[in-house]
């Protein structure tokens, strides 16, 4: 479909009432349906018993990552694409920006423990996904600001890692070469004061990040280390919380902050409107906010996790899939007047640690992790105001020992960039421990305020 087409299609979306927009949604996940059970073998088997002539939403079982990861050849819808390839392709940053078999882009997720999922997104998604960039969350941005050539632009980035940032990164200083100079990577593993003291020398209009980095630039400008005066901040990825959006407001004057809420699995899913509020893109996405029993939560209550349908990929369909996040469905409607499935997505709970004053966001452990395989799963635990602990399950192959040391090299060196320089890191023997609350591994946890509840009683 041409992109004029697309974004026509959203603005007739928008300006059609939500009931007859939902069943045009409907339609597409019937499509949907079809085109998997007819070739993704493994989907074929899953949804066996489903009629795609009559069918219900949450008759279809929810669908977590690690399994289909293991199922990855049998779930995509074309059988050229094998696992191998596409692990060799990302392998070359040469490739970064390219199509994969000259048709696909790829991308992997990233910042959990578990091996990062391959992600294949057809040419549908790209454009459909590229419109509600355009349309809904840059159209009321001047297009300057995305310019090398009029702006200075920061990007931080997971270096060497098939990221979305990664790639509108590599892709802005492909269009702009003799710009060069005027877009600026950063690493999420740079210590922060190196982040601050480039941002500083830099001084950009627009600046691209995370949302946990971008909450800690938030405080360095609020104490005066940082000084710069961007125009605009885009968060993407992770998601941005009211919190971090309060910070950022407060820390940057005439700044307009925008959220992306988007994941290697469905794509855009939810981004800000003009009131700065969180909206699904449903045209495409069926976004389900559910409790620990998969049920759906009611209006105002935060779901356990999230369960994304993205109708707009053919070659690797993402329906009912999990993602960790907490959103919340909110019951009033938006001042901007559109009526999409209004959202605020919440952090999960300990998804930064305090060492010395000093807050460490957990991408900073997550990315190091990326980049370091041979533990089939891991926690950092900070289990005291001054010890971080890692936990982690090896395979019989890995040499622990060895393995640690270069760990704790690294992360010594990220904890002494930050200036917490009495922090001890130590092996634990522990497994890592899930949630009580939902019963999730998270990376990178803080258990200080649990083991000081116990010393209290
Ligand atoms: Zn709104």
Request: net charge negative.
């Amino acid at each position: 479909m041409p992109e004029s087409e697309i974004i026509r299609e959203i603005e007739v979306f928008d300006a059609t009432p939500r009931v007859v927009s939902l069943e045009r949604r409907a339609n597409r996940l019937k499509q949907l349906l079809l085109h998997a059970k007819e070739h993704s073998p493994y989907l074929s088997k899953l949804y066996r018993d489903i009629d795609p002539e009559n069918f219900t939403l949450n008759e279809l079982p929810v669908q977590e990552r690690a399994i289909l990861e293991q199922n990855f050849e049998e779930w995509v819808t074309d059988p050229a694409i094998r696992k191998d390839d596409a692990k060799a392709f990302l392998s070359n940053p040469e490739n970064m920006a390219t199509p994969f078999m000259g048709k696909y882009s790829l991308v992997t997720t990233s910042g959990t423990s578990d091996a990062p999922l391959i992600v294949v997104r057809d040419k549908l998604h790209q454009e459909v996904h590229q419109a509600f960039r355009l349309k809904r969350l840059l159209g009321r941005i001047p297009p300057e600001l995305f310019r090398p050539d009029c702006n200075r632009i920061a990007i931080i980035l997971l270096k060497n890692a098939p990221s979305a940032n990664y790639i509108s990164y590599v892709k802005l200083k492909r269009l702009f070469p003799e710009k060069s100079e005027n877009i600026l990577g950063l690493s999420t593993i740079e210590p922060i004061p190196e982040l601050v003291r480039k941002l500083n020398e830099f001084q950009p209009a627009t600046l691209c990040g995370y949302s946990s980095l971008l909450g800690v630039l938030a405080l360095e400008q609020i104490h005066g280390r940082l000084q710069i005066a961007p125009s605009l901040i885009l968060s993407s990825a992770e998601q941005l919380t009211e919190a971090t959006i309060a910070a950022l407001r407060n820390a940057f004057e005439n700044c307009t902050v925008l959220n992306d809420y988007c994941a290697a699995e469905g794509g855009e899913i939810a981004m800000t409107c003009p009131c700065g509020k969180l909206h699904v893109n449903e045209d495409w996405i069926i976004l389900e906010p559910v409790d620990e029993e998969d049920r759906p939560v009611c209006p105002m209550e935060i779901s356990d996790s999230v369960l994304v349908t993205d109708l707009s990929n053919f070659v690797q369909p993402i329906i009912r899939y999990r993602l960790d996040d907490r959103v919340q469905p909110m019951s009033k409607p938006c001042r901007c007047g559109s009526k999409r499935q209004l959202i605020t997505v919440h952090g999960r709970e300990s998804d930064v640690v305090i060492f010395e004053n000093i807050l460490l966001p957990s991408i900073v452990f997550t990315t190091l992790m990326n980049d370091m395989p041979g533990v089939l799963s891991y926690q950092f635990a900070q289990t005291q105001r001054n010890r971080l602990e890692f936990r982690a399950v090896y395979p019989d192959e890995t040499d622990r020992t060895a393995f640690f040391n270069a760990l704790n090299e690294r992360v010594s060196h990220i904890l002494r960039g930050n200036g917490c320089t009495h922090v001890q890191f130590v092996a634990s023997d522990t497994l890592p421990k899930s949630s009580a609350r939902g019963g999730k591994l998270k990376s990178v946890t803080s258990e200080i305020w649990q083991n000081f509840a116990e010393e209290e009683e």
